[in-house]
């Protein structure tokens, strides 16, 4: 039996011995990251900040004075940010890059 996970990340539990973990079967080679990006984050003496809320919130959606606060808060971080964010941002940090 083939069990998609990896022992590390399981409870321990008793398993008859034609069990065999194959973690990360389901995993595709990685795609390689675009120029502009990759540009954005190696030309950033101070690191870079992913900031996503998943595929939960839209950021676009929220209310204008609770976007302006995120904007606000990265503006003042040394390091770039990365953000995930659909649709056009107004008013956009200088140290920011959005992407879908």
């Not at 996503?52 to 919130?57: K, V």
């Not at 390091?79 to 890059?97: A, C, I, S, T």
Request: no cysteine; aromatic share 10%; charged share 25%.
């Amino acid at each position: 039996i083939f069990q998609n996970s990896h022992y590390v990340t399981e409870s321990p539990r008793p398993l008859t011995p034609n069990v065999i973990y194959v973690g990360g079967i389901h995993l595709k080679p990685a795609k390689t990251i675009p120029k502009d990006i990759l540009d954005f984050i190696e030309d950033s003496p101070h690191g870079v900040i992913f900031f996503t809320f998943g595929s939960t919130i839209k950021v676009s959606s929220l209310p204008e004075h609770i976007e302006k606060a995120f904007k606000d808060a990265l503006a003042d971080v040394p390091q770039r940010v990365l953000w995930k964010y659909e649709g056009e941002m107004k008013d956009k940090p200088k140290n920011v890059m959005t992407k879908k």
